[in-house]
């Protein structure tokens, strides 16, 4: 990565003082050899050499929280590995401890009771919005601003609203990140069939793959934000892509009609048996399972999965057969029918305890300046299928995307006029909570309607609005 101008002017002010200082030690030197080897001179030589300031390399740790665990996320790991390699190499002493930690896990159970006692690790797997901004309000995150503008990237991301608070940056983003249905192209071609283009003919390709006897979707619901995924592309069809944002300022409700048709038409789908029988029991590695089995023909996912689809990786048996396509419009639909969930809420935060140690902060300043680069962006395309956050160029993009899938994931993306943030991005934890690990799988359980689910979800978002007020 390329210094920034500030950083450059300083270090060239420095080397010149440095050798300005050389040259008068030289020349005291050689004053002082002439003062002693001449008899006659009765100078005393006062002035000793310079050194310099000895390097402090005692040992210290520091942790590094990290959510890339399992078997798919193998790449992920290997490139934060490399970094931290050359992170030790850079500040002496240095040893990081990796703490790896399952994303949900560590978002709403660990990082939570860390940073009420006060005790979070040094680096940690940061959620954007609005978790950050919560912790950054509570003066629990390292101020990245100062240091961004010393590294010279401040302005080489390309969004980062997510974890700016007041003017204030608290987090950097990894990667980014897009949603929509992978699909067996293998499958689809014996079928004669093509990527949908519309909402009926969707319906009717799930009804057909079911009775072929195939699962057409794969599900795994034991974790709410799975299934949620697509039930939240199904309520913004219908309600329009805006509708989740207006939740927390009382625009819109979840009782609301149109976001209550996308509770009724995922319903529908599990009434219908177009998911995996006994889903809730299946955690998100069966998810995947269940494609790369060819059990399961299509699989909506996060544009992250494509990674599975490489060599080494659980799905290489389906390399060059996977597709990837947007939800089509739905009849009716509100707003935007293109549009689709696109963020950049993944990456990493700080603690704030890390100002007042000098050698942590050089720590954190090297993490930072050896994996947000553009490098390490290209890498995790290439490799881990991971959207760029920083700004690269589109000629580099496409010297660089030698994937089928990745070509065909960026052109849906591009394809689409306008996105929208996943709803945990845009309502309080307590809403979260209350659809991820209750209303949800009741709806797939049969236990409630989504009527009473959308009112409820409502109940709760009154209370936490009334809580900000």
């Excluded at 700016?164 to 950097?172: A, D, S």
């Excluded at 080494?312 to 947007?326: A, D, H, P, T």
Aim: overall charge negative.
């Amino acid at each position: 990565m390329k210094k920034g101008l500030t950083l450059l002017l300083s270090l060239t002010f420095v080397s010149s003082m440095l050798l300005a200082g050389c040259g008068n030690n030289n020349n005291n030197a050689a004053d002082n050899a002439n003062a002693t080897s001449d008899p006659g001179n009765t100078t005393t030589a006062t002035n000793a050499p310079a050194t310099e300031a000895p390097v402090n390399d005692e040992p210290f740790e520091m942790t590094i929280r990290h959510t890339q665990v399992g078997a798919d996320k193998q790449k992920r790991l290997a490139i934060l590995q490399d970094v931290v390699n050359k992170v030790q190499e850079e500040v002496p002493g240095l040893t990081f401890k990796l703490d790896g930690v399952d994303s949900d896990v560590n978002r709403k159970e660990k990082l939570r009771g860390e940073m009420a006692a006060g005790n979070p690790p040094e680096i940690f797997d940061l959620f954007g919005s609005p978790d950050s901004k919560i912790y950054a309000k509570e003066g629990k995150l390292l101020d990245l601003t100062p240091i961004l503008e010393e590294l010279g990237i401040k302005d080489k991301f390309s969004n980062l609203d997510p974890f700016t608070y007041e003017g204030k940056i608290y987090g950097l983003p990894l990667g980014g990140s897009g949603e929509g249905f992978f699909y067996n192209k293998e499958y689809y071609d014996s079928k004669g069939w093509k990527a949908p283009t519309t909402f009926a003919e969707l319906e009717q390709q799930l009804a057909d793959i079911k009775a072929d006897g195939k699962v057409p979707m794969a599900g795994a619901s034991k974790a709410g934000w799975v299934p949620l995924m697509l039930a939240n592309h199904l309520w913004s069809r219908y309600a329009g892509p805006d509708v989740t944002a207006k939740f927390a300022t009382g625009e819109a409700k979840w009782s609301d009609p149109n976001v209550v048709k996308g509770f009724q038409k995922y319903q529908e789908w599990v009434d219908k048996g177009y998911f995996k029988k006994g889903e809730l029991g299946f955690e998100y590695a069966e998810y995947t399972t269940q494609f790369t089995s060819g059990e399961a023909i299509l699989m909506y996912d996060g544009t992250w999965k494509s990674s599975v689809f490489k060599e080494g990786q659980s799905g290489e048996g389906l390399i060059g057969k996977v597709g990837f396509f947007n939800m089509p419009p739905v009849d009716g639909g509100v707003g935007d029918q293109t549009a689709l969930m696109r963020d950049v809420n993944n990456g990493y935060g700080f603690s704030a305890s890390v100002a007042d140690d000098e050698r942590q902060l050089a720590a954190v300043k090297s993490f930072i300046k050896n994996l947000f680069n553009e490098d390490m962006q290209l890498r995790g395309l290439v490799e881990d299928g991971v959207l760029p956050a920083m700004k690269i160029d589109q000629s580099v993009l496409n010297q660089n995307i030698t994937d089928g899938l990745m070509s065909e994931i960026v052109a849906v993306l591009n394809s689409a006029q306008s996105s929208f943030p996943a709803f945990d991005s845009l309502v309080q934890a307590d809403v979260t909570t209350e659809i991820s690990n209750i209303q949800i799988q009741k709806l797939i359980g049969g236990q409630t309607t989504p009527e009473k689910m959308g009112a409820a979800l409502q109940k709760v978002q009154e209370e936490a609005n009334a809580a900000v007020e």
